[in-house]
């Protein structure tokens, strides 16, 4: 799925992802011959626990070591 598309199924904006994909949290993948990344459904389950650790409590240095 597109970023876009995992943005939207994870209830995220595009430029959280990009966050989490620099502090570590999130595996960027990688980038094909047609220029377009392809996001894994595993990566919205793993965007939503993000957010409700959070949500929670935990700050995104705390998350990255359940993680």
Sequence with gaps: MSIGKLAAAAGVNIETIRYYQRRGLLDEPPKPLSGYRHYLPEQVK????IKRAQALGFTLDE???LL
């Design 63 to 65: 998350v990255g070591i």
């Design 46 to 49: 793993r965007l939503r626990f």
